[in-house]
Nanobody, 119 residues
Framework: QVQLVESGGGLVQPGGSLRLSCAAS????????MGWYRQAPGKQRELVAA???????NYADSAKGRFTISRDNAKNTVYLQMNSLKPEDTAVYYC?????????????WGQGTQVTVSS
């Protein structure tokens, strides 16, 4: 059974930091690309950051310079370090694992963790 379990969300003041973690089980973690998405109330889910199996990273413009995605294949975990948080970062953050090979796409989602940026 595949599970992606996010943790690390919470309430933080503007300018503060949080580190999200996503622990994966039931997959060969090292071959999956991993991503963090977020969804604010009334908005579509959007990509925040992604990291390939080889470690290449990609960020949404809103995340560049403030957020860092990383992975630890030994721990089957992907992280999102978020600094200089803004109220507009408030959303539910979801972890995603994706594998694309030979025309086949497999992806899994976590249950989400709430991040609230407010004074």
């Amino acid at each position: 059974q595949v599970q992606l379990v996010e943790s690390g969300g919470g309430l933080v003041q503007p300018g503060g930091s949080l580190r999200l973690s996503c622990a994966a089980s039931g997959i060969i973690f090292s071959i999956y690309a991993m991503g963090w998405y977020r969804q604010a109330p009334g908005k579509q889910r959007e990509l925040v950051a992604a990291i390939t199996s080889g470690g290449s990273t990609n960020y949404a413009d809103s995340a560049k310079g403030r957020f860092t995605i990383s992975r630890d294949n030994a721990k089957n975990t992907v992280y999102l370090q978020m600094n200089s948080l803004k109220p507009e970062d408030t959303a539910v953050y979801y972890c995603n694992a994706i594998l694309q090979k030979g025309g086949i796409r497999i992806d899994y989602w976590g249950q989400g963790t709430q991040v609230t940026v407010s004074s």
